[in-house]
């Protein structure tokens, strides 16, 4: 093989995990912008492909090119509908055939057998078929709501999505000693939304769920949450879905097992390679609705934004190796406190020594919420345009993120409220996030109640504690 010096499909790996360390920063710097379930799928797909494409990207020259096409392959069978545009985005920007690398567009929702031949569930389409299934399969009676979400696209602040999980009663089908089946229901484009804050097992189910579908999307109705919106999907969680009537329905749509990637290792940058994974799981904890830390997000950027265009580039091991080894130590002696934080956090993991540096800055530490601090919490922020952004309910937990200013700045509050008290059902659009005057927060000494003030009325979730930081 002859190294042209063009970008080859090695080199766009590594373009392409810079353009994530690009994204993050974007992300921290606007947190009004800030896309979490796209973040989030960002660094899941790094999460079992980082090593495997620095490997390709350090390759020998004669094997450089082929393990990277098997690593573009695997992502591309990986990645949802959106990741898989970024991905053709960034690959078509670069010359090279997005197509011809991450394999012919597919229907992302067909089921898949894993590697012991199993058929596994995916994501499928909410159309009135779906819901004969789902009532073939499972009784919902007596089952209960589990979970329920509202998450703002950040770039587009009139499209929220929406996430709703149920416990079914029981199977229709061999019941076995499996543990009961979850249903989990997606909407990427939610027009309108209603569901509670409530304690668990307060929300039970009586019933299979009424499914609307209409030409331009479908609506779910279910004890006290109502959906409706575009690019609706159900998921069966479920250890035996394989005997279900929804699989045998699905057989025909088996799509190939996942595309194998050449075991390989990284040459002359594993210490680099094994950082930005652990940097990434880092990342990836955001996915837990009371640990967004959009200064990780920025710190991440700060030490390897713009690391991977070296990293990838084809030269001899022994002088990638000096390279690498002068890197890491420039990132070693960073003088940037969000990034000596984290560097020292994710390197306790890798036994590397961080060198201690004055006045660095500590993740924001969430405070208690109590009859002393309720009032004053509030106070410290510019509410002005405040919007609700994310909601996220379990039975012993409500998450909520609201969009602030603080020191001239935009940023974002995290209120975290565990053991709900009474029954808060929330209803919300997408042109109705907006709050209509500042939230009050009140404590006393056996709860606490937030109200939030929206333009379909006010929503006030109590609980028996709390606390909150601004990111």
Request: glycine share 10%; with cysteine.
């Given at each position: 093989?002859?190294?042209t010096g063009r970008t080859d499909e090695a080199a766009a790996l590594g373009l392409l995990l810079d353009r994530t360390y690009a ?405 919300v659009t997408p042109d109705g996030l907006t709050l209509t005057r500042p939230p009050t927060l009140a404590a006393t000494a056996d709860d606490i ?23």
């Amino acid at each position: 093989m002859i190294w042209t010096g063009r970008t080859d499909e090695a080199a766009a790996l590594g373009l392409l995990l810079d353009r994530t360390y690009a994204d993050a920063a974007a992300a921290a710097a606007h947190p009004r912008l800030l896309d979490r379930e796209f973040l989030i799928g960002q660094f899941d797909l790094w999460d079992n492909h980082l090593l495997p494409a620095v490997a390709a990207g350090t390759a020998p020259l004669w094997k450089r090119r082929s393990a990277a096409r098997a690593v573009w392959r695997r992502l591309g069978f990986m990645a949802s509908a959106d990741h898989r545009r970024w991905m053709a985005g960034h690959l078509d920007g670069l010359g090279l055939d997005p197509a011809a690398l991450l394999g012919a567009e597919r229907d992302d929702r067909a089921p898949f057998r894993s590697g012991d031949g199993r058929l596994i569930a995916a994501q499928q389409p909410v159309t009135a078929r779906a819901a004969e299934l789902i009532h073939a399969d499972y009784d919902l009676t007596g089952g209960a709501v589990v979970g329920a979400r509202l998450d703002v696209h950040g770039p587009d602040p009139q499209r929220i999505g929406g996430f709703v999980k149920v416990s079914a009663g029981s199977r229709r089908y061999p019941d076995a000693e499996a543990g009961p089946p979850e249903l989990h229901f997606r909407f990427g484009d939610a027009t309108a939304l209603t569901f509670p804050h409530a304690g668990r097992g307060e929300v039970r189910l009586s019933g299979s769920p009424a499914v609307v579908v209409t030409g331009d999307g479908a609506g779910l109705d279910l004890a006290d949450v109502r959906l409706t919106g575009r690019d609706v999907t159900w998921y069966p969680h479920d250890a035996l879905w394989e005997e279900s009537a929804a699989a045998r329905d699905a057989v025909a749509g088996v799509r190939e097992t996942a595309p194998e990637i050449p075991e390989l290792a990284a040459r002359g940058a594993d210490l680099l390679g094994g950082l930005q994974l652990m940097i990434m799981v880092q990342l990836r904890m955001m996915r837990h609705a009371h640990l967004l830390r959009r200064g990780e997000l920025a710190a991440a950027a700060t030490l390897c934004g713009g690391l991977n265009a070296g990293l990838f580039r084809a030269r001899p091991t022994a002088v990638r190796a000096r390279w690498a080894a002068r890197r890491m130590r420039e990132i070693l002696a960073t003088q940037d406190g969000r990034a000596h934080a984290l560097l020292r956090h994710v390197g306790r993991r890798m036994a590397i020594e961080v060198p201690e540096l004055p006045g660095a800055t500590a993740p924001p530490t969430p405070v208690r919420i109590t009859v002393g601090t309720a009032a004053r919490l509030l106070g410290e922020l510019d509410l002005t345009g405040s919007r609700l952004r994310f909601v996220d309910v379990e039975p012993d937990r409500t998450v909520v993120h609201l969009d602030v200013r603080r020191g001239g700045r935009e940023t974002i509050v995290v209120i975290v409220l565990t053991e709900p008290l009474g029954h808060a059902p929330l209803t919300v659009t997408p042109d109705g996030l907006t709050l209509t005057r500042p939230p009050t927060l009140a404590a006393t000494a056996d709860d606490i109640a937030l109200t939030i003030p929206l333009p379909g009325g006010d929503w006030t979730p109590r609980a028996a504690a709390g606390s909150w930081y601004v990111d």
